[in-house]
């Protein structure tokens, strides 16, 4: 006696056998042919359903899920006789076990599975429920109202916290921090000139804050959160880059005032035309010398009758111009020269038309442009 013949196939009804159905076996038989469709749904229901592996069945691809020693695996290309585990182009790994659960977690899936609740996020709908009607739910699930208070558990990537001011911020893993676009202490000048701008105080010195109001630029300025607070004084000053260690403006304290000052230097000089004239009223000077320094000269006395060329050759003369007769000459000496004063003397007029540098303003200051400045908090 021979089996039914089974098919991989869905057969969509079963055939109900008649009355007047002859009565026929084989194979193709009338008789056979509501079992077979049966068989056929079943031969197609175990190759998709987990099912021990049959190395006499042929398992279509991606749709057979079998079990083998001990593990389950799902077909990804059709096979006959192809043990999972030997080919991975037919079988891959599904639906671990729970044993390799273990092995792959090691004790802490035990301990999961140990605890009372270890899945305490599901609740019951009466919990939901009670959950839900609570005037102030759990933010996670449920929310009302602005945020008046910075969360302590993530509820949010970003989040803007209304009070004591608005806030933008975000989770950083561990708890809400200021967004990077919206931190405090940024200096902002604005265009126009407004008596105030949400989210910023005007850089001055007269004005006086309550730190509790302002909690972020407080610790961004390193106050006690206490009290009262002011800003430096900025209006009608110029900024200096703090020197940071540079060296070229030392010493100084962050946020600190530096008095006006100039270096040395020097101006050119335009000098227009002008001139200046000699008065001179009439007058005269005396003037004498002493006798000191008197002395005498020797000398040869004339007539010397000695020849002279102009009286012709051989001839002489007692006043020769060829030979004339030296004196003798005396030693250094001096005499004292005097000269009276007047008080008629000379002087200067000045030309109003003369060389004049001017200072102008009481500082000294680069060309600019005037903004208010403001701080965000």
């Known amino acids: 006696m021979a089996n039914l013949n089974e098919t991989d196939q869905w057969v969509a009804g079963i055939y109900q056998l008649e009355e007047d159905d002859p009565v026929l076996g ?7 042919r509501p079992p077979r469709e049966l068989a056929s749904r079943t031969l197609y229901q175990r190759l998709r359903n987990v099912t021990p592996w049959d190395a006499t069945l042929t398992y279509p691809a991606n749709v057979a899920h079998v079990s083998h020693d001990g593990t389950t695996w799902k077909s990804v290309g059709e096979s006959t006789n192809v043990a999972p585990g030997t080919d991975a182009t037919k079988w891959v790994r599904w639906g671990h076990t729970a044993a390799e659960l273990k092995a792959a977690f090691g004790e802490s899936l035990n301990a999961h599975e140990a605890k009372a609740n270890p899945h305490r996020q599901y ?40 009070t004591p001011h608005l806030r933008q911020m975000v989770w950083n893993g561990t ?42 630029l407080v610790t961004r300025l390193g106050l006690s959160g206490a009290g009262t607070f002011s800003l430096v004084e900025l209006r009608g000053e110029f900024i200096r880059c703090l020197d940071n260690g540079r060296g070229v403006n030392a010493n100084r304290v962050l946020r600190s005032a530096e008095a006006g000052a100039n270096a040395p230097h020097a101006h050119g000089v335009t000098d227009p035309n002008h001139g200046h004239f000699v008065n001179d009223r009439g007058h005269t000077h005396t003037a ?18 000695v020849g002279d060329s102009d009286r012709g050759t051989g001839n002489s003369s007692d006043f020769s111009i060829d030979s004339p007769r030296a004196l003798t000459w005396d030693g250094a000496h001096h005499h004292n020269v005097g000269v009276d004063t007047r008080g008629t003397g000379i002087w200067l007029n000045h030309s109003n038309t003369g060389i004049s540098i001017n200072t102008e303003g009481t500082e000294a200051r680069p060309r600019n442009v005037a903004f208010p400045a403001w701080v965000s908090y």
Request: net charge negative; hydrophobic share 35%.
């Open 123 to 162: 609740a019951t709908v009466e919990a939901l429920t009670a959950h839900l009607e609570h005037l102030d739910p759990h933010p996670m699930y449920a929310f009302r109202g602005p945020i008046n208070v910075v969360p302590t558990v993530n509820i949010g990537p970003v989040i803007t916290v209304q």
């Open 175 to 216: 708890a809400y921090v200021r967004a990077p676009w919206h931190q405090p202490g940024m200096v902002l000048y604005s265009y126009d000139n407004p008596s105030t701008i949400p989210g910023y105080l005007p850089v001055r010195a007269d004005l006086t804050y309550n730190q509790a109001n302002y909690p972020d």
């Open 288 to 305: 004498w010398t002493d006798a000191a320094g008197g002395h005498n000269h020797g000398g040869q006395q004339v007539p010397a009758n």
């Open 26 to 32: 084989g194979p193709t038989g009338i008789d056979n």
